[in-house]
């Protein structure tokens, strides 16, 4: 396997071409539609065309979703309202149609894909299509140890790599990015802060589902001596997922940067692919214009990591269930957006 170089993304990742979004714009004034009428919806239209080269827009017909699950050991610490090394059953909610996302993707017609990359549990308990990237059973525990070894945080990153490519050489033309983790908040916020410059209380949340006060102090806790941690390393984005991150983080950042160099769309979910971005744009500047931000989830780190990489949210309706959910409920609008671009009739004339 040949060394590694997250430098090369640079050169590799151009922006969506802005000469073809200067078409669309002029073709959007030629709509028979008072400027302004479709809100938002213009400058999504006008965004995928520039993704896609292309005026007019092409409907989005091949969307997917994938998401990446892993086990954290930070979670021992009670950090998370779920059982520590239970990501498992997350999994299998999603495989047996029962998660809010399968139900989700399949009203809208979406395959589902799931990657386990660092779960806690037998690889027997389940399908081998999504066993067989594991890098490790279970990430360790940020807060007195490093996440994974050099080596699997490279072997992770490459999976990610690896995985958008299959997409985009299958023809997928957006990507509904996800996570299925537990602990995998407390990683996110601490690359957050890292990143970010704060401290950990500014990107302490309550995770997906609620935990109470003296579980977010324990959180709050854990964060900080992972950002302790991950000071000395900033400057080595790879180092930096290997030491406070996870198989399943880092393997969410290698797809999202082979996806930009691939020109494939992806829709963010919550804190969790929002903190892979912010790591991403550190790798490649350019990267964050083939992304949009599903839905704000409530969690400060989010939050943070978004205003820092200029995304705007899509959508803010409170849920904070994660796990694709979000980004899914974005999908319509964005699905939307092309079929408007794509089939609105110009002014005669």
């Known amino acids: 396997?040949?060394?590694?170089?997250?430098?090369?993304?640079?050169?590799?990742?151009?922006?969506?071409?802005?000469?073809?979004?200067?078409?669309?714009?002029?073709?959007?004034?030629?709509?028979?539609?008072?400027?302004?009428?479709?809100?938002?919806?213009?400058?999504?239209?006008?965004?995928?065309?520039?993704?896609?080269?292309?005026?007019?827009?092409?409907?989005?017909?091949?969307?997917?979703?994938?998401?990446f699950a892993g086990d954290h050991g930070v979670s021992d610490l009670g950090v998370s309202a779920r059982p520590a090394r239970s990501t498992r059953r997350l999994v299998r909610a999603v495989l047996d149609g029962e998660s809010p996302a399968a139900i989700l993707a399949a009203r809208l017609g979406t395959p589902v894909r799931v990657i386990d990359m660092s779960l806690d549990c037998d690889p027997e308990d389940l399908p081998e299509d999504v066993t067989r990237h594991r890098v490790r059973r279970g990430s360790g525990r940020?807060?007195?140890?490093?996440?994974l070894t050099p080596d699997e945080a490279e072997r992770a990153f490459?999976?990610?790599m690896a995985i958008a490519d299959e997409e985009a050489d299958s023809g997928t033309?957006?990507?509904?990015?996800?996570?299925?983790?537990?602990?995998?908040?407390?990683?996110?916020?601490?690359?957050?802060?890292?990143?970010?410059?704060?401290?950990?209380?500014?990107?302490?949340?309550?995770?997906?589902?609620?935990?109470?006060?003296?579980?977010?102090?324990?959180?709050?806790a854990a964060i900080?001596?992972?950002?302790?941690?991950?000071?000395?390393?900033?400057?080595?984005?790879?180092?930096?997922?290997?030491?406070?991150?996870?198989?399943?983080?880092?393997?969410?950042?290698?797809?999202?940067?082979?996806?930009?160099?691939?020109h494939t769309p992806v829709i963010l979910d919550g804190v969790v692919s929002a903190a892979c971005a912010l790591v991403a744009q550190r790798v490649a500047f350019r990267a964050p214009d083939w992304w949009?931000?599903?839905?704000?989830?409530?969690?400060?780190?989010?939050?943070?990591?978004?205003?820092?990489?200029?995304?705007?949210?899509?959508?803010?309706?409170?849920?904070?269930?994660?796990?694709?959910?979000?980004?899914?409920?974005a999908l319509p609008l964005v699905q939307a957006a092309a079929a408007l671009h794509a089939e609105l009739p110009e002014r005669d004339g």
């Open 1 to 67: 396997m040949s060394a590694l170089n997250l430098d090369d993304f640079v050169d590799l990742i151009e922006r969506p071409d802005g000469g073809i979004r200067r078409d669309a714009e002029e073709r959007r004034e030629r709509l028979a539609l008072p400027p302004g009428a479709l809100g938002r919806l213009d400058e999504l239209g006008e965004w995928l065309a520039a993704a896609q080269q292309r005026v007019p827009v092409k409907p989005i017909e091949q969307p997917r979703v994938v998401l």
């Open 292 to 329: 949009l931000a599903g839905q704000a989830s409530g969690e400060p780190g989010q939050e943070k990591a978004l205003d820092r990489i200029a995304l705007t949210p899509l959508l803010d309706h409170g849920v904070t269930i994660g796990e694709g959910t979000g980004a899914l409920l």
């Open 142 to 147: 940020i807060d007195v140890e490093d996440a």
């Open 158 to 160: 490459r999976t990610g």
């Open 173 to 220: 033309d957006l990507l509904v990015l996800g996570d299925l983790s537990v602990g995998g908040t407390t990683a996110a916020a601490t690359l957050i802060a890292a990143l970010c410059g704060t401290d950990a209380s500014v990107v302490t949340g309550r995770g997906g589902a609620a935990i109470d006060d003296l579980a977010w102090m324990r959180k709050c």
């Open 224 to 262: 900080r001596d992972g950002l302790r941690r991950a000071r000395p390393v900033l400057g080595d984005q790879l180092q930096l997922l290997a030491t406070v991150g996870g198989a399943d983080l880092a393997a969410i950042t290698g797809f999202l940067l082979q996806s930009a160099v691939r």
